[in-house]
């Protein structure tokens, strides 16, 4: 009988979290419900015969290229805010303060 989850996704949280060097962020990721939705398919497939296998650990592969994306997303949009507030913080300490906008 196939497992609802997979016996060891906190260890590989904790793995990952570590290897980042970001050992404080597991606990977040470990409420991921698509990191959970992984966890589930992974271990479903570990109890499944290899067609139904392949079939469950192609979706998992599909969130987490999913998740991939919504990480680097996230980063970029930092990255953007950072960028954004950097400027407007310069635009600030100009003589004469921040240019006034265009009408």
């Known amino acids: 009988m196939p497992t ?7 260890a590989f949280v904790e793995a990952a979290a570590a ?3 970001r050992p404080e962020a597991a606990a977040r990721a470990r409420r ?3 990191l959970a939705a ?3 398919l992974c271990g479903r497939a570990a109890g499944a015969d290899a067609a139904r296998s392949a079939d469950l650990l ?3 592969a599909s969130l987490c290229d ?3 994306v919504a990480a680097r ?3 970029l ?3 953007d805010a950072g960028a954004t507030t950097a400027t407007a913080r310069h635009e600030a300490d100009r003589p004469g303060g921040p240019t006034p906008p265009i009408p």
């Not at 609802?4 to 906190?10: K, L």
Request: charged share 30%; hydrophobic share 50%; aromatic share 4%.
């Open 4 to 10: 609802d989850r997979f016996p060891d996704t906190a």
């Open 19 to 21: 290897e980042l060097g």
């Open 32 to 34: 991921l419900a698509a």
């Open 38 to 40: 992984v966890g589930r």
């Open 58 to 60: 192609a979706t998992a």
């Open 66 to 68: 999913g998740l991939r």
């Open 73 to 75: 997303a996230a980063e």
């Open 77 to 79: 949009m930092r990255i």
